[in-house]
């Protein structure tokens, strides 16, 4: 079965810092999709990176990185330069890609990110 | 503008009045799901669609009702809604597969309390 765990329930970053939110991921599909969106209080869901499990590259988007160590079936998301407005939570996602066809989405319990002036 | 609409934002009904929320994509996409999200439980999906006339379960169907008559609208329906469908629901869409393909784009989300 699959399974996505991120440990920190909540994290605190000052302004203009860097911050890593921690994913790991388990799944025994050689084929998969890992996302990472974020949900402001307001509650819309917003698609933020993905990572293709064949993709040698880490992903970035704008201030937004995905760091991937697929060995240790981790994806974590690293946010630069850290802004007032991405105070949210952030969930990791997963999507199996081989076998059967359901693109459903797996997501972990969520990380609360708190951004202090 | 490309986007993932859902009508009603909100609903407050009773049990038992059938209800029916929307879903509608401009992007063309074939795949679109109905997922739950609660409180400790995270989002579970609900049911899914590969395309027109396609449909299937998710995790936790039981209650929901869903069609795809067009490729655009994806609408859930809860025959006879109960207290335990309270939930904040969103409709997702996507291409499909392939490499920057797969990304689920998200509605704004419904907000269901059933007294």
């Known amino acids: 079965a699959q399974k996505i765990t991120q440990t920190q329930p909540g994290m605190f970053v000052q302004e203009k810092e860097a911050v890593t939110l921690d994913c790991t991921y388990d799944t025994s599909d050689p084929s998969y999709g890992l996302f990472w969106y974020k949900q402001p209080s307001s509650g819309e869901m917003i698609f933020l990176i993905y990572q293709g499990s064949y993709d040698q590259q880490n992903a970035t988007e704008g201030r937004y990185s995905l760091n991937f160590q697929k060995a240790r079936k981790s994806a974590n998301l690293v946010i630069s330069a850290s802004q007032l407005g991405d105070s949210a939570m952030y969930f990791c996602a997963m999507r199996r890609k081989s076998g059967g066809s359901n693109y459903k989405l797996t997501f972990g319990k969520g990380t609360l990110l708190t951004v202090n002036p | 503008e490309a986007q993932v609409t859902q009508n009603p934002r909100y609903l407050i009904t009773v049990t038992g009045k059938k209800l029916t929320v929307t879903c509608s994509q401009n992007m063309n996409h074939e795949y679109m799901s109905w997922y739950r999200q609660d409180p400790g439980l995270g989002l579970r999906q609900i049911y899914y669609s590969m395309n027109v006339e396609v449909t299937d379960k998710g995790d936790v169907p039981e209650g929901y009702k869903v069609s795809r008559k067009e490729k655009r609208n994806f609408p859930l329906i809860l025959e006879s809604p109960s207290p335990n469908q309270t939930s904040l629901y969103f409709c997702?869409?996507?291409?499909?597969?392939?490499?920057?393909?797969?990304?689920?784009?998200f509605g704004p989300g419904t907000r269901l309390l059933v007294l």
């Open positions: 997702a869409s996507s291409y499909g597969t392939g490499a920057g393909r797969e990304t689920q784009y």
